[in-house]
């Protein structure tokens, strides 16, 4: 069994400010987690993914997350916050069993960006 | 690539009345999974199919619900008799294994 959880359903930074999201899961076996963002009637975009390479990842518009076992967290951060990056952002986890690719996804956090 | 296509992108409904939502997914995805995204409830996995077999169908709510895929390109959601409670936004993803999910735009549905 596997599940996320997203600390924080709404997020509130100033532009400039850094952006910490928080994303802790539980998976019985090694995982794959990903972040996804969607911006207002949009589907989900994939912001990066880890796939037991480096535990470092960087994604795209400046946004990276790093995979800390100990923690089981997968937090996203980016340096400073554009009012471009306002969304709403997804964590998901998937153990890539071979039936498919299942990712279970998080709750959510939306993020404000204020001027 | 033109991405995951999902039709229509709005469809407005009376209560009792047939509903199908269409889907084409990126070729050479091997998996398709549709979502429902609602503000109470968040997203939710409905189903999904693996090389066009049905894999899991617990998060299909009720027996209103049925979806299919009959071959690789192509994926239907049907809910008949539609009930406002079905209003949300409905998602098409598909993906390859090992690699993340690519979503379609997502149709939102309005049963009145």
């Known amino acids: 069994a596997q599940s996320v959880t997203q600390l924080g359903s709404h997020v509130s930074v100033s532009e400039g400010a850094l952006v910490l999201l928080r994303c802790n899961y539980s998976?019985?076996?090694?995982?794959?987690l990903f972040w996804y963002v969607q911006y207002p009637n949009q589907g989900l975009q994939l912001l990066l993914k880890y796939t037991s390479a480096a535990t470092l990842v960087k994604g795209i518009n400046g946004f990276e997350a790093e995979f800390k076992k100990s923690e089981t967290s997968f937090h996203l951060t980016k340096p400073s916050a554009h009012m471009s990056d306002a969304a709403e952002y997804f964590c998901a986890v998937s153990s890539n069993n071979n039936a498919g690719n299942m990712l279970t996804f998080g709750g959510g956090t939306r993020l404000m960006v204020k001027p | 690539d033109a991405g995951v296509i999902q039709s229509p992108r709005h469809e407005v409904t009376e209560m009792g009345q047939e509903v199908t939502l269409r889907c084409k997914p990126i070729?050479?995805?091997?998996?398709l999974f549709w979502y429902r995204q609602t503000m109470m409830r968040g997203l939710e996995l409905l189903i999904y199919?693996?090389?066009?077999?049905?894999?899991?169908d617990s998060g299909m709510p009720e027996d209103r619900f049925s979806a299919k895929m009959p071959n690789a390109s192509f994926s239907t959601l049907k809910i008949q008799p539609s009930e406002p409670r079905d209003s949300a936004v409905y998602f098409c993803a598909s993906s390859w294994t090992g690699g993340g999910y690519t979503f379609g735009s997502g149709t939102r549905l309005t049963v009145v």
């Open positions: 199919f693996n090389n066009n077999v049905p894999i899991d």
């Open positions: 998976s019985s076996v090694p995982p794959y």
């Open positions: 070729s050479g995805h091997n998996s």
